[in-house]
């Protein structure tokens, strides 16, 4: 009923208050150093398939998409999982629908690189340094891959924006990375982001029901 009641306050316009959360507020920032400096964004959407983890980090590729749409910034996007490519594939491009930039859509620079943990992240540490990001996006499930995505980045220079809810890989995200969501953050990301009304009332009712 909590949730009911808070999804129907902010379908109504009521102000629903979310604390501020550092690594999203960072976001924008980052794409726009990226811009300045003519180098890519890069967002790696973790080992995960179609599962929550996943979705909520997709949440946030949809975000950091239309930024990129906007400024005109190139998207990389790495996936680790087959069934996982195609959701990717589709969220971006309805992005840059969205922004009405269509045209500057680049299928091939949304790749699935390997379902093997080590094989994919070395791909992807490979195609990070080639293409020099200036910025780099870790939203998802990760393991013992974690460090070495998040110190190749660090090397280059990136800014770097990471989160899981594997507590086991977050101090090695925090030694490596400028902005790191914990735990349940990870999953308020999509409603911080959107504010769409539905999500925003569905967070702050579970937040009531756990005070409970």
Not at 30 to 54: S, W
Not at 116 to 142: C, E, I, L, P
Not at 157 to 181: E, H, K, M, N, R
Not at 182 to 193: D, K, M, Q, R
Request: aromatic content about 12%; hydrophobic content about 45%; some cysteine.
């Amino acid at each position: 009923s909590a949730i009911l009641w808070n999804i129907y306050r902010a379908r109504r316009g009521r102000r629903i208050f979310i604390r501020a959360i550092p690594g999203l507020k960072a976001i924008d920032e980052a794409v726009g150093r990226a811009t300045e400096m003519g180098r890519p964004v890069m967002f790696c959407t973790g080992l995960g398939e179609i599962d929550v983890t996943t979705l909520a980090g997709i949440s946030v590729l949809q975000y950091v998409a239309r930024i990129c749409a906007r400024y005109n910034t190139r998207l990389l996007v790495s996936v680790a999982d087959s069934t996982v490519f195609p959701v990717v594939e589709e969220v971006c491009r309805q992005a840059y629908i969205a922004e009405g930039r269509s045209e500057d859509f680049r299928p091939q620079d949304i790749r699935f690189l390997s379902s093997r943990q080590f094989a994919w992240a070395s791909s992807t540490v490979g195609w990070m340094v080639r293409d020099n990001a200036a910025a780099n996006f870790f939203f998802g499930y990760y393991a013992a891959e974690s460090l070495m995505l998040a110190e190749s980045g660090q090397k280059i220079g990136a800014i770097q924006v990471a989160s899981t809810d594997q507590f086991t890989q977050i101090p090695f995200f925090i030694s490596a990375c400028d902005y790191v969501l914990i735990g349940e953050e990870h999953y308020a990301a999509g409603a911080y982001l959107s504010r769409e009304s539905t999500m925003l009332g569905s967070l702050i009712g579970q937040d009531f029901g756990k005070i409970i």
